[in-house]
């Protein structure tokens, strides 16, 4: 394979006051989940076929680049982020053959292509965990994942009081080549991921020779997984506390967000910069504050960072106006842009988050009030589409798909469900594959049904049915993508004007440009910003006023 130098254009340069702009500055990134997108042989499950022969639609929908979760060699026990191989492809999605021709096929469209990398952990079926394995102690091979011998009169006990995200012991006893017990590795997620030892310098060389294997494939940028957790504290101390889930996000832990993580992307990012194109790393970092996140993405390292914080925010305008405020004063010194984003595989739809009372979390197991749920989704869309900066959008949330909440046991397979104590294992929810058509073998997805089963009536949210449909969330996507492009006051930027506003409406200013969101749940009168330009739902203007329907968001033109 060799690097596609014929990629989209860069659209860099220098602004007035001299700071480095580009591409990624205002983009607008779709999220593919390959498993779920779409199956080009009929076999059920998503693969890099189905992507490409898809690609047509992404670049209808306007979004400037595709992000694609996990296609890497692997055994699957966590949905692919257990890699084996980062230079394969798994045969479930195709070949280096087809993501090779994706690749060509989006820059030919003008879309750009964000892959994912996974660098706190393997599988544990890659080459070096199980020569570390079958060496047994003593192995060199040990010294890049974290062995430690156990607590205990007989090494019995985890070396620390490390918990597992995914429920249970960060722990794993190994048995020596002789059947005896033997030492213990560790893995924050399930046990067939251990965790990588970021000191030793060989991980560190085997990354570097991983990025520069996708940059030459033509890639163009990395979506870094568990940017937060590569570097632990030293001496792997006990955090001296059970239920550490509940700490997350809220304390620096000895083993996410330490400080040298930085010097890592730090020499990730000159090679990035070896590279023509404005290739970038965004970082999928979990920390107590945005503050914390802004860290990430100082000049000389990643570009973006996922605002984690703006996607547990409640549907409420005191809540928002406070996120949005710090989210852009934290980027603002580090000249990065601030990021939105409302979904992802990893979290219950906000169609269905805002279909239930606030408080509930990010993951959620009832499926609330839709028609409530589908408002306040597409209101919240625009809003985050006015944002400055960049939005992602995570596939299918441009239909309005609700989770799926009613999912049978027998046919759940994410990791941590099957696990106590740990994350609430209903992220299937979010992953059941998207409808392309209102009927036909798996609605569009492919010729051979798909691995979750889909809810009937499913069909009618499909794409074929949306498009050309009068309001419409697809069409409201559509428009809004659209619109964004061609206003000079939306996208890239870092200041909002806040507008005087009544009690639960949020209203602000960017140039030329006035956004307005009544996030109550009753109609609300307003003065007449400017003309009405996009909205959520249908309003009409009454002389100077204009009445905003509950959860709507207005885009005027000034």
Same mark, same amino acid.
């Given at each position: 394979?060799?690097?596609?130098?014929?990629?989209?254009?860069?659209?860099?340069?220098?602004?007035?006051?001299?700071?480095?702009?580009?591409?990624?500055?205002?983009?607008?990134?779709?999220?593919?989940?390959?498993?779920?997108?779409?199956?080009?042989?009929?076999?059920?499950?998503?693969?890099?076929?189905?992507?490409?022969?898809?690609?047509?639609?992404?670049?209808?929908?306007?979004?400037?680049?595709?992000?694609?979760?996990?296609?890497?060699?692997?055994?699957?026990?966590? &949905?692919?982020?257990?890699?084996?191989?980062?230079?394969?492809?798994?045969?479930?999605?195709?070949?280096?053959?087809?993501?090779?021709?994706?690749?060509?096929?989006?820059?030919?469209?003008?879309?750009?292509?964000? @892959?994912?990398? @996974?660098?706190?952990?393997?599988?544990?079926?890659?080459?070096?965990?199980?020569?570390?394995?079958?060496?047994?102690?003593?192995?060199?091979?040990?010294?890049?994942?974290?062995?430690?011998?156990?607590?205990?009169?007989?090494?019995?006990?985890?070396?620390?009081?490390?918990?597992?995200?995914?429920?249970?012991?960060?722990?794993?006893?190994?048995?020596?080549?002789?059947?005896?017990?033997?030492?213990?590795?560790?893995?924050?997620? &399930?046990?067939?991921?251990?965790?990588?030892?970021?000191?030793?310098?060989?991980?560190?060389?085997?990354?570097? !020779?991983?990025?520069?294997?996708?940059?030459?494939?033509?890639?163009?940028?990395?979506?870094?997984?568990?940017?937060?957790?590569?570097?632990?504290?030293?001496?792997?101390?006990?955090?001296?506390?059970?239920?550490?889930?509940?700490?997350?996000?809220?304390? @620096?832990?000895?083993?996410?967000?330490?400080?040298?993580?930085?010097?890592?992307?730090?020499?990730?990012?000159?090679?990035?910069?070896?590279?023509?194109?404005?290739?970038?790393?965004?970082?999928?970092?979990?920390?107590?504050?945005?503050?914390?996140?802004?860290?990430?993405?100082?000049?000389?390292?990643?570009?973006?960072?996922?605002?984690?914080?703006?996607?547990?925010?409640?549907?409420?305008?005191?809540?928002?106006?406070?996120?949005?405020?710090?989210?852009?004063?934290?980027?603002?010194?580090?000249?990065?842009?601030?990021?939105?984003?409302?979904?992802?595989?990893?979290?219950?739809?906000?169609?269905?988050?805002?279909?239930?009372?606030?408080?509930?979390?990010?993951?959620?197991?009832?499926?609330?009030?839709?028609?409530?749920?589908?408002?306040?989704?597409?209101?919240?869309?625009?809003?985050?589409?006015?944002?400055?900066?960049?939005?992602?959008?995570?596939?299918?949330?441009?239909?309005?798909?609700?989770?799926?909440?009613?999912?049978?046991?027998?046919?759940?397979?994410?990791?941590?469900?099957?696990?106590?104590?740990?994350?609430?294992?209903?992220?299937?929810?979010?992953?059941?594959?998207?409808?392309?058509?209102?009927?036909?073998?798996?609605?569009?997805?492919?010729?051979?049904?798909?691995?979750?089963?889909?809810?009937?009536?499913?069909?009618?949210?499909?794409?074929?049915?949306?498009?050309?449909?009068?309001?419409?969330?697809?069409?409201?996507?559509?428009?809004?993508?659209? &619109?964004?492009?061609?206003?000079?006051?939306?996208?890239?930027?870092?200041?909002?004007?806040?507008?005087?506003?009544?009690?639960?409406?949020?209203?602000?200013?960017?140039?030329?440009?006035?956004?307005?969101?009544?996030?109550?749940?009753?109609?609300?009168?307003?003065?007449?910003?400017?003309?009405?330009?996009? !909205?959520?739902?249908? @309003?009409?203007?009454?002389?100077?006023?204009?009445?905003?329907?509950?959860?709507?968001?207005?885009?005027?033109?000034?």
């Amino acid at each position: 394979m060799t690097q596609h130098l014929a990629a989209p254009s860069t659209g860099t340069s220098d602004d007035a006051a001299g700071h480095r702009t580009g591409w990624w500055q205002d983009a607008v990134i779709y999220q593919v989940y390959p498993r779920s997108f779409a199956d080009g042989n009929g076999d059920g499950m998503g693969d890099l076929a189905g992507v490409r022969g898809r690609l047509p639609y992404l670049r209808e929908l306007g979004v400037d680049a595709v992000w694609l979760s996990p296609f890497y060699a692997s055994p699957q026990a966590d &949905a692919g982020y257990d890699v084996a191989d980062y230079r394969a492809i798994d045969p479930m999605f195709g070949t280096l053959l087809d993501a090779d021709a994706l690749i060509r096929d989006a820059h030919d469209l003008g879309l750009r292509i964000i @892959v994912d990398l @996974v660098p706190n952990h393997s599988s544990d079926q890659h080459e070096w965990f199980k020569r570390a394995l079958t060496e047994g102690p003593g192995s060199a091979l040990r010294d890049r994942y974290h062995f430690r011998p156990g607590k205990g009169a007989n090494g019995e006990l985890p070396p620390n009081d490390w918990e597992s995200i995914f429920g249970g012991p960060a722990w794993t006893r190994t048995a020596n080549p002789d059947g005896t017990p033997g030492d213990w590795y560790l893995h924050l997620f &399930a046990p067939e991921q251990p965790d990588f030892n970021w000191e030793h310098p060989a991980v560190a060389d085997e990354f570097r !020779s991983i990025l520069r294997f996708w940059l030459d494939m033509g890639v163009d940028g990395f979506r870094v997984d568990v940017a937060h957790g590569l570097v632990k504290a030293e001496g792997l101390p006990d955090l001296g506390t059970h239920d550490q889930l509940k700490l997350l996000g809220n304390d @620096v832990m000895p083993f996410f967000d330490q400080d040298g993580v930085h010097e890592i992307y730090r020499s990730w990012r000159t090679i990035l910069d070896e590279y023509p194109g404005d290739r970038i790393a965004v970082a999928e970092a979990w920390t107590p504050t945005v503050e914390r996140t802004a860290n990430y993405v100082r000049p000389d390292e990643m570009h973006q960072a996922f605002n984690f914080q703006y996607l547990a925010t409640a549907w409420d305008a005191a809540a928002l106006r406070e996120v949005i405020d710090t989210s852009l004063d934290a980027m603002r010194p580090v000249g990065a842009p601030t990021t939105w984003v409302l979904s992802n595989h990893d979290v219950t739809r906000h169609a269905t988050r805002f279909a239930n009372p606030a408080g509930l979390g990010t993951q959620i197991r009832l499926p609330g009030d839709r028609e409530l749920g589908l408002r306040r989704a597409r209101a919240a869309s625009l809003l985050m589409l006015a944002l400055p900066g960049s939005a992602y959008v995570y596939q299918g949330e441009e239909l309005g798909l609700p989770d799926v909440t009613d999912l049978p046991d027998e046919a759940r397979q994410d990791p941590s469900f099957f696990r106590a104590d740990g994350q609430d294992g209903f992220r299937d929810g979010c992953r059941v594959p998207i409808p392309w058509t209102r009927e036909g073998s798996s609605y569009g997805f492919g010729a051979g049904g798909s691995w979750l089963p889909q809810p009937t009536g499913w069909g009618e949210l499909s794409v074929e049915a949306q498009t050309g449909a009068a309001g419409s969330t697809l069409e409201l996507y559509r428009a809004a993508i659209a &619109a964004r492009r061609a206003h000079p006051g939306l996208g890239a930027g870092a200041e909002v004007r806040w507008l005087d506003a009544p009690e639960g409406l949020l209203a602000f200013a960017r140039p030329g440009f006035v956004c307005t969101v009544n996030t109550t749940g009753a109609p609300v009168r307003i003065p007449v910003p400017g003309t009405a330009l996009l !909205s959520s739902a249908p @309003v009409e203007a009454d002389g100077d006023t204009v009445e905003l329907p509950a959860d709507t968001t207005v885009w005027w033109t000034v």
